[in-house]
């Protein structure tokens, strides 16, 4: 299946929002099979919509539009296609009803603009929106399929995955191509090139084709094969050879994370968790109770930013924070203890570092980390050293002590 | 000057990288006072090459191509375009001597395929690449420029600002665009417009443009002026009008932040804050405290995730959880008052709602968030209900947090 994309709204030409969902489309139909052979993005005009579906190539078979579904007057996609392809506008029942219930769910009156958007062409399949008030439209012409979709990500995404790909796999009979990415956390990407060359070399030979993806912390391996998942299990056998190589950088595959595998070990060890956290801030406490259903294992944390709360809230001698400096590795164990008693959980993991950009000294540069992790059977702590981001530091000390938890974990 | 973008390279089809060249392109471009009125990403293949330039319209004054200028098997836009403008590549002395430059500064050996590049085009004008290999290249055919680039952002971006923009402005005597854009929370797009209506009218009648660019919990503004900063006094009264009709919605301008504007409350009035929450678990705080410099006002937190640690840590009577439950104003006042105290700070703002997707009841719906902000003239509470998705919930509650301290700020 051929498919074009045209995203519609000026702010994608004036470059105020980069356009993620043309990137999201193009990972989502490549993995189901399909081939994307352009990608368009046009303003909020008439013309400029109906000029683009013009130029949609001879061979596309299916065009995917994003953008100006909305209730404001801006929004002209619906009409512009109910033109272009000669239908009328019509109330539709069933997606007032869902409207209707939307708004009162939120307890909040319904406008005039809101009726508006059950008003649909006649002669499109409806694609149900479940995650806001603009429905998806499929149109079929030319032997072509047309799909408009909303601009918000997450209605896109929705709609797009629960109804409109469903729907074009029953008709394309797609046949997938097969991926399926590790991810390794705490290496960077040549040195990770390096370490594994030889394993490279054999993904080739079996011809399969391997890309690296960086990004801030984490590079993702990627083995694809053109013949779709009949390479299942040899690519399964590549990956178990590389989980060897790298225990402790590898941690998942595909769309694992961190928090989901740590909690999983938690719940499957009957482990309680809790944070004390300085630099992050929050953000470690955040990432690991993000899981549904992690109130099974996580308790809650101390976010002592300040010295005197480390003190008076954590316990930390304030001798201790003169003596050796708040980040420093007696300050972090102690956090991580104390914090282990205070929360009552078994295991408490603590961070306490530089993020800048102020507050570094020759000794202690920004970007110096530490992290402690206090167990029944002791307290590990691990320094590092980031860059002068502060939230890059922010960031990378999280994913660290995310995967130290992990390691933890595992012994 | 209505200009095209035309981005080349398999990975942004595929969705592997976010195309943030067009997006850098189109802010740079509408800046310097020309208009956007297409772009497109293909992929690297001549056809496709070809037949995008045979598709730009009439009307365009000035292509910018980018991507494809590397020196590997697959950099095929140089010849392309070569064979596209009936033009001959001979070796560049100048280019040479950079590239060379460019290898021995690196201290590494120059390979067969580094010297292939510099050979270009003969009736092309060069633009230096200060920042890499590949030389940008200006055509000019049928009454347009084409302007070849390569993908690589930072060289890309070096090229355009430092050659291809001011020779740009120089031909087409380009007047500069005006944007600004006011930021809103806590109101849906659709209600948002009919609040200002009738402010939208005037925006239209003195001649601007408006549109409204929704993302979760937070609705932009923005208006355009084609005549540039001339009308910079007329779109600031615009928008004071505009302030002072939504005060509990609007809180700033372009990229500030609420942590931001926050940040700069709480240190001009010298205060300190901190956060006791239990949906949000460490989010809120992290938001706070992503600002740097925020030591200076930002002192800790409790996250109270379990029922045990908001009596145990938060005081909070086992009694009220029982018997209020432990989403309810009683707890997250609560929370907030206590938290006041055992953080030892000016302002304690506290969370505690269902974030889903498990925990909910009829009474006590998913989304149900209780958010309380106590200070020393006393303390205020606001329920919200938000949707079904845990990820949404948190942030919408964090957002909505965030609102009502800078609020409180202002009172």
């Known amino acids: 299946m051929k498919v074009e994309i045209i995203s519609i709204g000026d702010e994608l030409l004036i470059g105020q929002t980069v356009n993620t969902n043309a990137s999201w489309l193009g990972e989502t139909l490549s993995k189901a099979g399909s081939e994307i052979i352009k990608t368009v993005a046009i303003s909020d005009k008439k013309e400029e919509i109906i000029s683009s579906l013009n130029h949609v190539y001879e061979e596309t078979e299916c065009v995917i539009i994003t953008g100006g579904l909305g209730p404001t007057k801006d929004d002209i996609t619906k009409y512009t296609l109910a033109e272009y392809f000669g239908s009328t506008l019509e109330n539709d029942p069933h997606t007032l009803s869902k409207i209707e219930a939307f708004f009162s769910q939120r307890k909040r009156p319904m406008l005039a603009s809101n009726y508006k958007q059950a008003e649909l062409p006649t002669d499109c399949t409806i694609l149900e929106n479940d995650y806001g008030t603009a429905a998806g439209m499929w149109f079929e012409k030319n032997n072509k399929i047309y799909i408009s979709l909303p601009g918000v990500p997450y209605e896109m995404q929705g709609i797009m995955t629960e109804q ?120 470690l406490a955040s990432q690991i109770s993000s899981i549904p259903g992690a109130s099974a294992y996580y308790e809650g944390a101390l976010l002592t930013y300040s010295y005197n709360i480390k003190s008076s809230l954590a316990n930390v001698p304030e001798s201790l924070i003169i003596e050796h400096g708040a980040v420093s590795e007696p300050v972090a164990k102690a956090m991580a203890e104390n914090g282990r008693k205070i929360l009552d959980v078994d295991i408490c993991i603590s961070t306490t570092g530089i993020a800048g950009p102020g507050g570094g000294t020759e000794t202690k540069p920004v970007g110096m980390v530490w992290i402690a992790i206090a167990t029944k059977s002791g307290t590990t702590s691990k320094m590092m050293q980031f860059s002068k981001h502060r939230e890059r530091n922010i960031k990378m000390t999280v994913l660290t002590a995310l995967n130290l938890l992990r390691l933890a974990l595992n012994n």
């Not at 997938?176 to 990770?192: D, V």
């Not at 011809?207 to 094969?225: C, D, E, N, Q």
Request: glycine share 8%.
């Open 164 to 283: 409109a790909i469903p729907k074009l796999k029953e008709r394309f009979k797609l046949k997938s191509m097969y991926y399926k990415t590790a991810l390794t956390q705490g290496i960077g990407e040549s040195f990770l090139a390096e370490k594994i060359a030889k394993w490279e070399n054999q993904v080739y030979k079996e011809g399969f084709s391997l890309a690296y993806l960086p990004s801030s912390g984490i590079v993702k391996l990627r083995i694809t094969s053109a013949h779709g998942s009949d390479d299942t299990e040899k690519i399964n056998d590549l990956f178990k050879a590389l989980e060897m190589q790298i225990p402790n950088h590898f941690f998942g595959y595909d769309r694992d994370t961190l928090p989901q595998i740590i909690g999983q070990q938690l719940i499957d060890k009957k482990l309680t968790i809790g944070t004390v956290e300085s630099c992050t801030a929050g953000m």
